[in-house]
């Protein structure tokens, strides 16, 4: 005998259709915002190469990864296209989410975790992997190659580098990170700017510092025990 699925009623494929409809009203685009760490990429990008800064764009945030000296979070948001210190080359749609507002700053919260300040390395950790592991996880695609040429490389990077971007830590954050108490209900941190000296490191640890300006750091949600 065989049998056959039940026909959906009236009602519920009307509330199936709203409910795909409303779906895709809220469907937020993201776009990979690339810019220029120094002027020799007016050369370098017309052969698909280059030393670049991405951020991701949803919600009307930029979202980024930075260095610092402390084991905590080391990604930021800032306002879309105008990371301070950089230059703006070009925005790259990469796709979309059907994730809100406060959902995606959850994914960001969680995916900070893994992305800590003092953990940021200019070949093997750096803003591009940030952006690209984003990409990933909510389009399935990468972000376009020659965005993170350079770094796949691998140790050969370090000898075309300008000698300002070869640098050991970052040097704007202060000795003890102060947080906002108007920031508190939007679950990011502000860090204000220093000057402190930054620590040694070894010759193959060249960190790229945030540039200062108005960045907010995103609090990673501490590990479920």
Request: charged share 20%; aromatic share 10%.
């Amino acid at each position: 005998m065989r049998l056959f699925p039940l026909s959906l009623s009236p009602s519920s494929t009307a509330r199936a259709d709203k409910e795909l409809t409303d779906r895709k009203k809220n469907r937020a685009l993201l776009y990979l915002n690339v810019y220029d760490l120094t002027p020799v990429n007016n050369y370098l990008y017309w052969v698909g190469f280059g030393i670049f800064h991405s951020g991701i764009e949803v919600h009307g945030l930029e979202y980024g990864f930075g260095a610092h000296e402390y084991p905590s979070s080391g990604v930021f948001e800032v306002e879309p296209r105008s990371c301070p210190g950089f230059i703006f080359r070009k925005s790259v749609l990469v796709g979309s989410t059907d994730m809100s507002r406060s959902e995606f700053r959850s994914f960001m919260e969680n995916l900070s975790g893994k992305y800590h300040g003092d953990t940021y390395h200019l070949i093997a950790k750096n803003c591009n992997h940030f952006t690209d592991e984003v990409c990933m996880r909510l389009t399935g695609k990468t972000i376009p190659g020659w965005v993170n040429r350079l770094a796949r490389v691998g140790s050969f990077c370090n000898c075309l580098l300008p000698v300002n971007i070869q640098i050991s830590a970052v040097r704007h954050l202060p000795d003890h990170p102060t947080y906002s108490d108007e920031d508190g209900d939007d679950g990011s941190e502000s860090i204000v700017s220093s000057g402190t000296a930054a620590s040694e490191e070894g010759p193959n640890h060249h960190l790229l510092n945030v540039p200062s300006g108005d960045v907010a750091f995103v609090k990673e949600k501490p590990p479920r025990l």
